[in-house]
């Protein structure tokens, strides 16, 4: 059963516009929301992660917005370049210990 | 500050064999994670150890199997490989007490099952 489910699947933006990737949950257990981005042949990388009392966290040209009452999370990327062509997936942390559930990913690409 | 190291990077094993990997946490990092990438199911949480101690474990059969040392570092043993084995198997570090700390992701471990 996922529990997490993220979308668009895959996203082309043209450099300097905003690429947005929404995320929405089931759990109500998951108590912390990291996102992070995978280049090919990588591992991923942490992101910006947020916490569910909070509704936006901004880092850069990186936001992630939370909406804890409708169980949905989304991240935007302002001024996307080419460099941020990855693959992106949000996750969700949920009792004891360091399990992470992952979204299914989203391939994004920045086109000139 | 050194990063998560998974060894080897490649493998290729015949089905039916049994494959170990090796996966060393930042220094200090105390909890060790193991995923499954694969593009039909994506990451999925295989199990976490912490203190040489299996903490969590998801829905992966008995076949995959894990131990932790006393120096954090974490092995993952997968016996009688099949076909649907194939995949990106990651490691992930993270520091332990208090709340919520992020997971450090290794490279991987491309493991190829023919």
């Known amino acids: 059963q996922q529990q997490v489910k993220q979308s668009p699947q895959s996203l082309i933006v043209q450099k300097g516009g905003i690429s947005i990737i929404n995320c929405a949950y089931e759990?109500?257990?998951?108590?912390?929301f990291p996102w992070y981005q995978q280049f090919p042949g990588k591992g991923p990388a942490l992101l910006i992660a947020?916490?569910?009392?909070?509704s936006e966290k901004k880092e850069g040209r990186f936001t992630i917005s939370f909406n804890k009452s409708a169980k949905q999370f989304s991240l935007h990327i302002m001024d996307s370049q080419p460099g941020d062509s990855a693959t992106y997936f949000c996750?969700?942390?949920?009792?004891?210990?360091?399990?992470?559930?992952f979204g299914t990913g989203t391939q994004l690409k920045v086109e000139l | 500050k050194a990063g998560v190291t998974q060894t080897p990077r490649y493998l290729i094993k015949t089905r039916g064999q049994q494959v170990t990997l090796s996966c060393s946490p930042i220094s200090g990092h105390r909890s060790v994670s193991w995923y499954q990438q694969t593009p039909g199911q994506g990451l999925q949480f295989l199990f976490e150890y912490f203190s040489e101690t299996q903490r969590n474990k998801g829905n992966f059969p008995g076949r995959f199997s894990g131990r932790q040392f006393s120096n954090s570092r974490s092995e993952m043993n997968v016996s009688t490989l099949e076909l649907g084995d194939s995949a990106l198997y990651l490691c992930?570090?993270?520091?332990?007490?208090?709340?919520?700390?992020?997971?450090?992701f290794g490279q991987g471990t491309r493991l190829t099952v023919v």
């Open positions: 992930a570090s993270s520091l332990v007490g208090g709340i919520r700390t992020e997971a450090f």
């Open positions: 996750a969700a942390f949920s009792g004891g210990g360091n399990k992470l559930t």
């Open positions: 947020i916490r569910p009392d909070v």
């Open positions: 759990n109500t257990a998951f108590d912390y």
